[in-house]
């Protein structure tokens, strides 16, 4: 979803790698989640891509 969201110009390939730092220590904690508890990107933003997640990669196939 990370690359999605870089992708969608939402969030920035360093965002997303403090993100995926951070998620070796906060296991139980999705990415989106992450993003949203450090303020780079509104939780309800990561819930549409997640919810969205599998029509996007369908129609990228």
């Known amino acids: 979803m ?6 969608a110009g939402l969030v920035s390939p360093a965002q997303i790698e403090i ?3 951070d998620q ?8 989106g989640e992450i993003l949203a508890l450090r303020g780079w990107l509104k ?9 969205k997640l599998p029509t996007i990669k ?4």
């Open 43 to 51: 939780q309800e933003t990561a819930d549409f891509f997640v919810d």
């Open 58 to 61: 369908k129609t990228t196939e």
């Open 19 to 21: 993100a995926l730092q």
């Open 24 to 31: 070796t220590i906060y296991a139980d904690m999705r990415i």
């Open 2 to 7: 990370g690359e999605l969201l870089e992708d």
